[in-house]
């Protein structure tokens, strides 16, 4: 594998062209005449979902599949706008002009994936307030991983590389989930989220030949990402309590150790391109399962973590919840001059 600056990850082709095969097949299906169950609903929705078609906010769907997609739409969409804060700590102190622009579309890119995923929420008849309340009063979750710090540096390279190359690996499925809204905002999120690995690997990889300590900061950042990257994936499948009713619903397409595995494989490979060194004494290659061994996160931290005991929980709801007060007025503004028109229009 070999690596130019400004290039492709090395290994991560694959992936964009599993987002064009859904993006195509996501075409097909709405091409195919729709499968019926005839008068039930309940068999009309099973035979939509077994022929690979997509489920629209139009057609009857079950409530624990409306319910599942809210929970999950709801915590990817959070995911992205807490996402924002670790990185949008070093906009102002980014190394150079180059770096400080890239950044700062990065970050930008993550609120856009986060409306994305409200509007696809709001299709399921929850509105983006309620969702942003259930966030706030923490009756709805986000991706544990933003509940670590950037300490350097080197902590935006190694979320780029690794939180991005985590997120992409869990969500390029995602691009076929049987939700129409949901599998097409993941198709545009999944693009962008590719050129956000690459941002990462690039620092990264220049940190990687820069001076003495330019190598030391960034394998110091890979050092304390990646057990955090491992446990975006989610407790183990013998843990994991929705897995198996959203992969026969086809709205999660794999397990979370059969996802993480993937993760691990790609990033063994990438790691040895960058010349860092995966803090994992146990990482090895097998040839006989063509996978690489790997000792797993530390599931008891990940709970933790999950139940507002991370290093950096408490600040990054009250950063939101500040956000959310000192945006009142923005929102009342907004409401009022859409009220005029309409009186105006009576
Ligand atoms: N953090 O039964 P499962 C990004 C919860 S976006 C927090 O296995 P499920 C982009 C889970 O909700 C990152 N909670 O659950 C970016 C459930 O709790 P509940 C976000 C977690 O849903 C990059 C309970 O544990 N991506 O990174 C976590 O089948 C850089 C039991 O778990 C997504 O949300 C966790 N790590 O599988 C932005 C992708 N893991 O609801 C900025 C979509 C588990 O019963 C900068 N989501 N939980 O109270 C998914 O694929 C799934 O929801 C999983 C969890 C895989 C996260």
């Known amino acids: 594998m070999e690596y130019q600056s400004g290039g492709q990850v090395p290994g991560a082709s694959g ?84 770096r400080k622009a890239i950044l700062l579309a990065k970050v930008q890119d993550e609120a856009g994936h986060g409306l994305y995923l409200y509007a696809a929420a709001e299709t399921l008849g929850v509105s983006r307030d309620e969702l942003y309340r259930m966030l706030l009063s923490g009756r709805q979750k986000y991706s544990s991983i933003f509940n670590y710090p950037t300490l350097t540096w080197a902590d935006v390279g190694a979320i780029g590389w690794l939180v991005d190359g985590a997120a992409i690996v869990n969500q390029v499925p995602l691009c076929r989930c049987s939700y129409g809204p949901y599998a097409r905002a993941m198709i545009r999120i999944c693009k962008e989220e590719s050129f956000h690995q690459r941002q990462g690997f690039d620092i990264l990889y220049t940190l990687a030949r820069g001076t003495e300590a330019q190598r030391a900061m960034a394998q110091d950042a890979v050092d304390r990402w990646w057990y955090p ?107 009022a001059y859409a009220a005029k028109r309409r009186e105006r229009a009576a």
């Open 15 to 98: 992936l964009l062209g599993e987002v064009a095969e859904a993006e195509a097949a996501l075409r097909a299906a709405a091409e195919r005449s729709g499968a019926t169950g005839g008068e039930d609903l309940a068999a009309g929705f099973d035979a939509v979902v077994a022929a690979d078609q997509k489920i629209e906010p139009r057609d009857w769907m079950p409530e624990g599949y409306r319910k599942t997609l809210v929970r999950q739409i709801a915590q990817h969409a959070h995911s992205e706008i807490i996402g924002m804060q670790p990185e949008g700590n070093w906009i102002s102190r980014a190394p150079s002009l180059k």
């Open 229 to 335: 990257s491992l446990a975006m994936f989610g407790p183990p499948d013998t843990e994991s309590t929705h897995s198996a009713q959203s992969m026969a619903w086809k709205i999660k397409r794999f397990s979370n150790d059969e996802l993480r595995q993937k993760f691990v494989d790609m990033t063994a490979q990438q790691a040895t391109v960058l010349g860092l060194r995966l803090p994992d004494d146990a990482l090895e290659y097998d040839e006989g399962s063509g996978h690489y061994r790997y000792t797993a996160p530390d599931f008891a931290e990940l709970m933790a973590v999950i139940s507002g005991d991370g290093p950096c929980n408490r600040q990054r709801i009250a950063h939101r919840r500040a956000a959310y007060d000192d945006g009142a007025w923005v929102r009342e503004s907004a409401a």
